[in-house]
């Protein structure tokens, strides 16, 4: 069973930077895996932020970034707004139509 | 504007069906592939199906495969998901999503609000 490994909480300062990763449990993430990140806040729908690795959708701010980085997707926000303090899931789709989400990270801005 | 509307969820028995619906508006249906995502309460996501825009590809998590069915009507912007023998595991908010293209490798973009799918005696 393929499982996806992010960090379980991250806090961050108001203006602050950070970076958000995603692990596959079968080896290093590639662009092949086309990951995507998803925010979440408390008691709304899930709301797609970045897709193929580093693509950010129409609506998502420029302070949210997407790469690889040491064999793992990451997403970082750089100037962090207290409104950036949600959940946060990546997804990865891996051969046979398999997609699997990552256990998402809590982020709180303090 | 895109919208996507789900219904159809509810309390169930163990072992026994619901229809989920997610009817969408703002976009040519049609065109797109679309996707089933459940939460489990206090849980993270969960992807549960996709379908391809032209009905020529459905595919499935492990843990629903031979109980969930993905279909949809084109001609009533409608999307579906018929669950059968339901499990307490299958409790859940039920999302409806959106991809940009027409096949299921092609990105989630716009999700609905969600039905809560409860399976209790």
């Known amino acids: 069973q393929t499982v996806v490994t992010q960090e379980p909480s991250l806090t961050v300062s108001p203006g602050g930077t950070v970076t958000l990763t995603c692990a596959s449990s079968?080896?290093?993430?590639?662009?092949?895996?086309?990951a995507n990140w998803f925010q979440q806040k408390s008691g709304q729908a899930p709301r797609a932020l970045i897709y193929?690795?580093?693509n950010r959708h129409s609506w998502t701010p420029a302070r949210f970034s997407g790469s690889l980085l040491g064999g793992k997707a990451a997403l970082t926000l750089s100037g962090v707004q207290p409104e950036d303090e949600a959940e946060y899931y990546c997804?990865?789709?891996?051969?046979?139509?398999?997609?699997?989400f990552g256990g998402g990270t809590k982020l709180t801005v303090l | 504007e895109v919208q996507l509307l789900e219904s159809g969820g509810g309390l169930v028995q163990p072992g026994g069906s619901l229809r989920l619906s997610c009817a969408a508006s703002?976009?040519?249906?049609?065109?797109?592939?679309m996707n089933w995502v459940r939460q489990a309460p206090g849980k993270g996501l969960e992807w549960v199906s996709v379908i391809n825009a032209g009905d020529d590809g459905t595919y499935y998590a492990d843990s629903v495969k031979g109980r969930f069915t993905i279909s949809r009507d084109n001609s009533k912007n409608t999307l579906y998901l018929q669950m059968n023998s339901l499990r307490a595991e299958d409790t859940a908010v039920y999302y409806c999503?959106?991809?940009?293209?027409?096949?299921?490798?092609?990105?989630?973009?716009?999700w609905g609000q969600g039905t809560t799918v409860t399976v209790s005696s």
């Open positions: 703002g976009f040519t249906f049609s065109s797109y592939a």
């Open positions: 999503a959106k991809t940009g293209g027409a096949y299921y490798y092609d990105p989630m973009d716009v």
């Open positions: 079968t080896g290093a993430v590639t662009s092949g895996y086309y």
């Open positions: 997804l990865l789709y891996y051969r046979g139509a398999q997609l699997v």
């Open positions: 193929s690795t580093s």
